[in-house]
């Protein structure tokens, strides 16, 4: 009995912060960009 004990608190150490990071992840939604997505690409010139 004392080995499915210390297996659930195992279990449960795991699971609690993965559910934190899954729920902060759901609320957040993305408003919060890591950074801009925003690079200069090269115009085609139109031929002559």
């Not at 499915?4 to 795991?14: D, E, F, K, N």
């Not at 934190?20 to 031929?47: H, K």
């Amino acid at each position: 009995m004392k080995g499915r004990i210390g297996r659930r608190v195992i279990l449960m150490a795991l699971f609690l912060p993965v559910a934190a990071l899954l729920g902060y992840a759901w609320v957040d939604g993305g408003r919060q960009p890591l950074r801009d997505i925003a690079e200069p690409l090269p115009v085609p010139r139109a031929p002559k």
